[in-house]
């Protein structure tokens, strides 16, 4: 047979096993409207309620009356003011010199890595990274990779001890390879913290470079939701932070924030910005409007994380095991991967959308259902939130 056809067939064969994602018919509030049912929103990172928020929606609307809707290529003639606003917006936000932005966060990574990293230089990865950096790592063809065991700060010295081995020979141009040390800010299937004190102390001694992807640390950890550096009180000493705008920002769009020269060093270099396109107009005002709020008042941060303080107390007060989340992100761990699946299917029934994470997400045995928490949900969506995991439990378990 052909070679073509069998790519076809393959093609066809996989078609058993298709998923089909469910389809929202309304915003992505507390509550989503799928196939004409209302479903409380458990399972989105729209951690602040940006996505319906009328001061984001106005922005936009107002930014398309004045200048329409796409931009362009920010090295040709699609540098917008506002880019530039909100690049500098961000960049005071997060406390660094400089920023740029991206179209997803997916780019950023890839651009931070890329642009300043050849194949000889060495990665020393977080083994439970998220796939756009394993991605960007890939993409940037770096051969001299290690992977340390989560968060196991004994385990990435020693990988550093062989890095700086490594580190010895010269690249063929004569410089000795560059290490740069990378991990996720919150990891988002356990919701635990990367023990960034120690990493940075580590990169010190090694002689390593930080990267730090915060995009499930922004407008949620730190002071008013400025991210995981802030919360650990390390601004000035990471050197690389990647944000998404899609998260708790609810736009979309990604960005490195760095010190100037750095920073200045994307903007001409980065492959992922030179040849793809920039955020929208509307996209780039509602962004600004939300990096505006946050500088304003703390006071979504601090819904937010009454919210989570609420739900956790709740979770555990009903006998779950909600593992060792440090975030808005409540694994409420079922272990078995079929009871995990039931449980969220039963809970679909009783109008909650939460999703079931088995492996290969996660490894077996430690299947959870995952809740994400937002500052949209009243008191009366937590506790119906409460109520059906309380109902949807003692079904399977009678
Ligand atoms: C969601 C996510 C990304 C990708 O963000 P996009 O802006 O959607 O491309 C990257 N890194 C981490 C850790 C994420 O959780």
Redesign the pocket.
Known sequence: MATTAKFWNKLSAAQALKTVPRVVSSGQGAHLEIEGKSYLNFCS?HYLGFAEEPRLKQAAQAAIEKYGMGTGYRTLAGTHALHVELEREIAHFKGTEAAVCFS????A?ASAVQTIMDKDDIVVSDQLN?A??IDAVRVAGVRNKFAYAHSDMSDLESKLAAASELQKKPKPNGEHPLILIIT?GVF?MDGDLAPLPKIVELAKKYDALTMV?D??GEGVLGKGGRGLVNHFGLEGEVDIE?G????AFSV???FIAAKQPLIDCYLMGARQRLFSIALTIPDTAALLEAVTMLGESEHLVQKLWGNVDYLRKGFTDLGFDIGHSETPIIPVMLRDEDLARSFSAKLFEEGVFASAICFPMVPKGTARVRVIVSASFSKEDCDAGLAAFKKVSQELSG
């Open positions: 990172s997803s966060a997916y780019a990574n998220h756009s950096i996720d988002s992807d995009a499930h990647i998404s705008l899609s998260k979309m769009g990604g």
